[in-house]
């Protein structure tokens, strides 16, 4: 993963193109990059997130930010409830205690 002013890429190498090539996470809006080499791919990263900030200065628009924090979430009634009683039983608020759950779950 590269990060770079709040942006975040994901990489993949392509073992028959013998090139790098990545994509920004969390936009609606499509910005890729790609390199030869790890140095190349990192630049031209953050050149795609430059040009993307320009760009969107240029049309006087905002650009998208990336994971806002603000996610909707289907649950079976049964997991809600059960999450719900836990948060309440662990003095919480049902918000907090997905967040902590999570957070634990992928190790943080």
Sequence with gaps: ML??????????????????????????????????????LKQEFEKSIDGYLDWCKELGQEPEKPFSGNIHLRLRPELHAKLASEAKFNGVSLNNYINETLQRAIGE
């Design 3 to 40: 990060k770079y002013k709040g942006y975040t890429g994901i990489v993949q190498f392509d073992d028959q193109a013998m090139i790098f090539h990545g994509e920004i996470v969390g936009l609606r809006d499509v910005i890729t990059f790609r390199g030869m080499t790890p140095e190349e």
